[in-house]
């Protein structure tokens, strides 16, 4: 927020923070122009050769503090020299040895007298181990035509029973449709294999679903949903399925 409006940036290497603006920490990043995974370059002061004293020399200058600015300045450096990894399973420690420099011990940013007693850190990661997608039980799919018939059906009747002029009786036939359609669609997920068009038309579906629930909802006449059965636009419009009911 600034000045009362709400600001969207992308997040510059993956990177984000809280306090100051998104905008304040990206020109702060001008002052560490010199970081570098490069070792510092011999100095020679008259009959003097200063050299660097160990490896890592090129970050001398990185912020090592708790507060945001400094943790914005060092996530961008560390991820900025990430090395490239082969397999996904080194990327995941890798991480994770780059937010062990974010881990934040509690007697470093809260009063002796203040320590809570139920966290042991100002900073927690936690490691979800997925199963591996098992498709030892399926084959690939022979019959791509199918999947390629249910897009062309899809589109065809959502163009037919759900375009601008609706009735209840055309998206009814659709709600039909649409629910025979994710019958075979999890018959597919079932026996072959997923592949990005299954995916897609899954998607596809789920989205024609949305719209003629909310359709079927709107007992009104709105904007692009005219309906032969309510013609009449109401003084308020209503909340459809799309909206969820307040808490």
């Given amino acids: ?74 996530a961008t450096a560390l991820t900025a020299s990430a090395r490239p990894l082969k397999t996904s399973t080194d990327a995941v420690f890798e991480a994770f040895r780059i937010l062990d420099n974010f881990n934040i011990p509690l007697g470093a940013t809260v009063p002796r007298n203040a320590l809570p007693q139920d966290i042991t850190s100002a900073t927690t990661t936690a490691a979800v181990e997925l199963p591996t997608w098992d498709d030892s039980r399926v084959s690939d799919a022979d019959e791509t035509v199918v999947i390629s018939h249910n897009w062309d059906e899809l589109r065809r009747f959502m163009w037919d029973y759900v375009g601008i002029v609706r009735t209840n009786k055309r998206l009814e036939r659709a709600a039909h449709r ?17 592949t990005r068009d299954l995916l897609e038309l899954r998607n596809l579906v789920q989205v024609a679903d949305l719209i003629v629930m909310s359709a079927l909802m709107r007992r009104e006449s709105r904007g692009l949903h005219y309906s032969r059965d309510f013609p009449q636009t109401d003084d308020v419009g209503h909340a459809t399925v799309l909206i969820p009911p307040p808490r």
């Fill in 178 to 194: 649409i629910a025979m359609l994710q019958d075979e669609i999890q018959e597919f997920y079932a026996h072959f294999q997923v």
């Fill in 1 to 74: 927020m600034s000045g009362g409006q709400l600001k969207v940036y992308d997040a510059f290497l993956g990177v984000i923070t809280n306090s100051p603006t998104y905008d304040w920490h990206l020109t702060n990043l001008r002052n560490y122009l010199h970081l570098s995974p490069d070792a510092r370059q011999t100095m020679a002061l008259g009959d003097l050769n200063l050299t660097p004293l160990g490896a890592g020399s090129g970050m001398l200058g990185l912020p090592g503090d708790y507060t945001p600015p400094s943790r914005f300045v060092r």
